[in-house]
């Protein structure tokens, strides 16, 4: 268990958020999240993510305003075409919801894996959250990570998803 924000230290105004360890992708990965995030519930997963094929791994907080999701795709993906598979991913969403705004792909090279993300705005339950997708290559294979969190919490969750990929690493 590791702190990233400590709300006693003199001057810090963000609430102390608990890290943990998880392992994720079919038992090859491992990284540090939120310990909030728990195994979403069956009847919440229906009301998030109402399709067949939804992730693998879905975790949420107690309330389901923030939530991660992992899915190992079942496609070949190596690391120096991460930004590429990152901005087609990107492509494909913006024809999906063509009213939202989409960031555009930034590449994150800290950590032992390179990421491809993006950012978007979603309107859940009348309220504005901010949508993350990222594309990494993982044992030559492609990992889609999300994450959405309410937009005053952007500034949390942007050191929380830098912290998530620096963590990553491979279970040997």
């Known amino acids: 268990m590791n702190i990233l924000y400590n709300q006693d230290t003199e001057g810090c105004i963000q609430e102390a958020v608990i890290l943990e360890w998880i392992v994720l992708a079919g038992g090859i990965l491992t990284a540090e999240i939120p310990a909030e995030l728990m195994q979403m519930p069956e009847g919440m997963k229906e009301e998030f993510y109402p399709y067949e094929e939804r992730p693998e791994m879905i975790l949420a907080d107690a309330h389901g305003k923030s939530h991660m999701t992992f899915q190992m795709l079942d496609k070949k993906l190596n690391p120096e075409e991460t930004g590429k598979a990152a901005q087609a991913v990107r492509e494909y969403i913006s024809r ?22 993006f950012a978007m705005e979603l309107e859940e339950a009348e309220e504005v959250h901010q949508h993350v997708k990222a594309v990494l290559s993982v044992q030559g294979q492609m990992l889609l990570t999300t994450a959405t969190y309410p937009e005053q919490d952007r500034l949390k969750w942007e050191v929380l998803m830098k912290h998530f990929y620096e963590t990553l690493h491979e279970i040997v």
């Open 96 to 117: 999906m919801y063509p009213r939202n705004e989409l960031s555009p792909v930034h590449l994150y090279r800290k950590g032992k894996f390179l990421s491809g993300w």
